[in-house]
């Protein structure tokens, strides 16, 4: 089946099909699109759907709604993001399951508004004060940004924790042509109930069950220090004790959470690692690469963070020179050159507006 | 099991929070409300380090969102009594909230433990600190007008809304009556910080009663029933969520474009660039091709440049963006001068007559009968009139055009056609 839709289009629809049925936003370009969507769809399928005042609001009726039970969605772009913030230390530290989009601009501040931009990277993987983790996937096109809307739900889920997906203005508004002949949708999770203890757990990467608040069961959540109880506690092995079962519930999960497409070719030399929409440069130009008898490896990442280290590895061998493209002045590019000490390294970089030429990328495989 | 426990509670001695915990167990008491009816958020504050004293279900967030939280609870489960418990501190960072709360209707009810200062912090000035009072960070006294929150709920609407001290004897019945109230109901309860605020003024609970009663708003100053409450105002229907199918384009039309092209369509905001745009590109789907389409959006909306690229290609399109476009339409000066650094660049440059002195060497085109709205779209079909299907434009124009004017663009259509072909 070929499709013609926009970004937000797939977006809007893949968080439907996850099973979300709670929305909050604030109208922001360039992700108005998802929030007019899901206003439209989400309440005649069931769902509630509300426009916050602002941000802070928006991500704060998310939060009590899934602590409620709904699998709930919130959309916004950079500014935004930085206004979510603290509510995502929230999530990250009440073990909340949520799904942010943030549709990118160029930035900082108000900045280009209808310009598109990928430099939320870092922002959004260090984004709540502690630096606790959190899950970051971003698309690469329409069909990406479909799927990696389930995910983030599905992973939402399991670990209870906030999942965050990058898209971008030129994901968001531009339309596409797409084939979803031999796509296979994931299947939605349901959320594991908890028994009489809000925030149970045995070793540190286990995920507690859910226990709703307003249900029939006495549930406590809090955003403050907490024991298994939800109980305010200062007692430092207990404390340890939680934060380091906020680290290790993310990061040993790293394999698992990895969503990649590697596309190597035996006996290249150079490697090209992209995300966002430069890995769609990044595909091509491997395509003109290979057509005139070049040999280019590819690794497309939809998981950012955790860092899927050990695909980046594999992908690494035989390597001596890596290119990472990114619609920033080199962001994640960062987390590359410290699993690739011995390359040489091709950052391309573009900050104008205008998205990366697949010759910028062969340019800088072969010089 | 009562609904709080009271022995204990963790409040300084003398401090009127634990009085307003009482009054808020013998109102939900009074109320008849249970475990299964009501539970509790509570702001960042002296009056939200009780949580678990409280058996019911508790939910402790972030300083001045505590309605934010409620309001997200009570959409997912509209059945359940939502109460708010926020100080003085709360109600200034999260104004807003309570404000558009009051303003929505949403049935949470928001007991504030006013008590004019931040007595968790070490007793700043707040919100409703009175004029000329001292705090911690007011030490010449007070110049900032205190925030009646009574008059502020009345005015964006709250049906419930009123102010008692925590001496009072009716506390119990008054929260019993907002808890019960079916919309946004605010109770602003006056009491006494012993730590901070009543050692920096000579107030103690008697003159704090005497200035309550000399402040307009006292007792219930509105109780209104009858608006709808927001969550159960929500309409909720049984539809099935859209599908992928409902996004389907088949093919049904043969294009003969063998390798990619760029087409950029520049006119001004109003004569329907993104339109004609998604027409040619989704006559380009109908006909087998991939087509991608890409807009370059001012922040004007009804005035200024209007620019959109479609990509046409009988593979998948990886390269987003058009660098030098196969054909550029130019459909106004606006259109003309937001492309100039494409002029050289284009393959072929399509231009309305009348600006074809501002290209050198582009093609001027005629479309008699064809208006502003619909001349973008003309051009655009001149443009891919080689490569697709008159009759595939024209069944886009049909099924994915505007809910109106579909003659008037298949016309406009057919003008682009002729047009080019005699051009």
């Not at chain 1, 870092?122 to 690469?140: D, E, M, N």
């Not at chain 1, 029939?216 to 220090?225: D, Y």
């Not at chain 2, 009085?19 to 009816?37: H, K, T």
Request: charged residues 20%.
């Amino acid at each position: 089946m070929r499709v013609y839709l926009d970004g937000s289009e797939a977006i809007a629809i893949g968080a439907m099909h996850a099973g979300c049925d709670f929305f909050a936003g604030y109208p922001i370009t360039p992700a108005s699109g998802v929030l007019e969507l899901m206003m439209r769809h989400l309440p005649p399928s069931g769902g509630v759907a509300i426009q916050g005042e602002d941000e802070l609001a928006s991500i704060g009726f998310c939060i009590g709604a899934a602590m409620a039970g709904a699998k709930a969605l919130t959309v916004t772009s950079g500014p935004g993001m930085s206004l979510y913030s603290e509510n995502i230390g929230l999530a990250t530290m009440g073990e909340v399951p949520l799904v942010i989009v943030d549709v990118q601009r160029m930035g900082p501040a108000t900045g280009g508004a209808t310009t598109t931009a990928e430099g939320d990277v870092q922002f959004v993987r260090w984004i709540t004060s502690g630096g606790y983790p959190l899950v970051v996937y971003a698309a690469t096109n329409h069909a990406d940004a479909y799927r990696l809307t389930i995910e983030a739900f599905n992973t939402a889920e399991r670990l209870r924790t906030p999942v965050i997906v990058l898209s971008s203005k030129d994901l968001a508004l531009t339309s596409d042509t797409v084939d979803f002949g031999d796509f296979r949708r994931p299947e939605a999770v349901v959320r594991a109930p908890g028994d009489r203890v809000p925030y149970a757990f045995f070793r540190p990467q286990d995920v507690p069950g859910f226990l709703a608040v307003g249900d029939r069961r006495l549930a406590r959540f809090t955003g403050s220090m907490h024991d298994e109880r939800g109980v305010i506690t200062t007692d430092t092995p207990l404390v340890e004790r939680k934060l380091r079962h906020l680290v290790e519930k993310i990061e040993s999960r790293a394999d698992e959470l990895a969503i990649v497409d590697a596309d190597l070719q035996e006996g290249a030399r150079a490697l090209v690692v992209a995300y966002g929409t430069p890995a769609r440069a990044a595909r091509e130009a491997v395509r003109r690469a290979r057509a005139s008898g070049r040999m280019l490896s590819l690794l497309v990442l939809q998981t950012l963070y955790p860092v899927p280290e050990t695909a980046i590895r594999r992908a690494l061998g035989g390597i001596d020179r890596v290119v990472v493209p990114e619609l920033n002045s080199g962001q994640y590019a960062r987390e590359i050159w410290l699993l690739a000490p011995e390359c040489v390294r091709a950052p391309v970089n573009r900050i104008d507006g205008t998205l990366i030429d697949p010759e910028e990328i062969l340019e800088a495989a072969f010089s | 099991m009562s609904l709080i426990e009271l022995e204990n509670l963790p409040f300084c001695a003398g401090c009127s929070h634990e009085s307003i915990f009482r009054g808020l167990a013998a109102g939900l008491e009074r109320a008849e409300l249970g475990p299964d009816d009501v539970m509790v958020v509570s702001d960042i504050g002296c009056q939200g380090i009780a949580d678990q004293k409280i058996n019911l279900s508790t939910f402790h967030g972030l300083h001045g969102r505590s309605i934010t939280y409620a309001t997200g609870i009570k959409l997912a489960r509209p059945q359940l009594r939502v109460v708010v418990l926020v100080g003085d501190g709360g109600c200034g960072i999260g104004g807003g909230h309570l404000i558009n709360a009051a303003r929505r209707n949403i049935g949470v009810c928001v007991v504030v433990f006013n008590n004019f200062n931040f007595g968790m912090t070490g007793g700043q000035h707040s919100v409703t600190t009175p004029l000329g009072a001292l705090t911690a960070t007011t030490p010449q006294g007070n110049l900032e007008r205190p925030l009646d929150l009574v008059r502020l709920a009345e005015a964006a609407g709250a049906g419930f809304v009123a102010r008692v001290t925590a001496a009072d004897p009716d506390l119990p019945d008054v929260i019993a009556q907002a808890v019960a109230h079916d919309g946004f109901a605010l109770v602003d309860v006056w009491g006494i910080c012993t730590a901070h605020y009543m050692k920096r003024n000579d107030e103690r609970m008697a003159q704090l009663s005497e200035r309550a009663h000399a402040t307009p708003g006292y007792g219930i100053a509105r109780h209104h029933d009858g608006a709808r409450e927001f969550s159960s105002a929500l309409a909720r229907g049984s539809a099935a969520v859209p599908r992928l199918e409902d996004f389907a384009v088949p093919v049904e039309f043969v294009s003969t474009l063998e390798r990619r092209m760029g087409v950029v369509l520049a006119g001004s905001a109003g004569m329907r660039v993104g339109t004609a745009a998604s027409i040619i590109a989704r006559a380009a789907v109908l006909s087998g091709l991939y087509a991608t389409q890409k807009s370059v959006i001012p922040v004007t909306v009804m005035k200024g440049f209007s620019v959109a690229e479609v990509i046409l290609s009988p593979e998948p399109i990886e390269d987003l963006q058009v660098r030098a476009p196969d054909v550029l339409v130019i459909s106004s000066e606006d259109g003309a001068r937001k492309t100039v650094s494409m002029h050289a660049t284009a393959r072929r440059v399509l231009i309305e007559p009348s600006l074809g002195a501002l290209v050198p060497g582009a093609t001027s085109v005629e479309f008699p009968g064809v208006r502003a709205t619909e001349l973008t779209l003309a051009m655009a079909a001149a443009a891919v009139a080689e490569v697709i299907p008159e009759d595939a434009v024209a069944a886009a124009v049909e099924r994915w055009g505007p809910p109106r004017g579909h003659a008037k663009m298949i016309e406009a259509v057919r003008a682009g056609y002729r047009g080019i072909a005699s051009a």
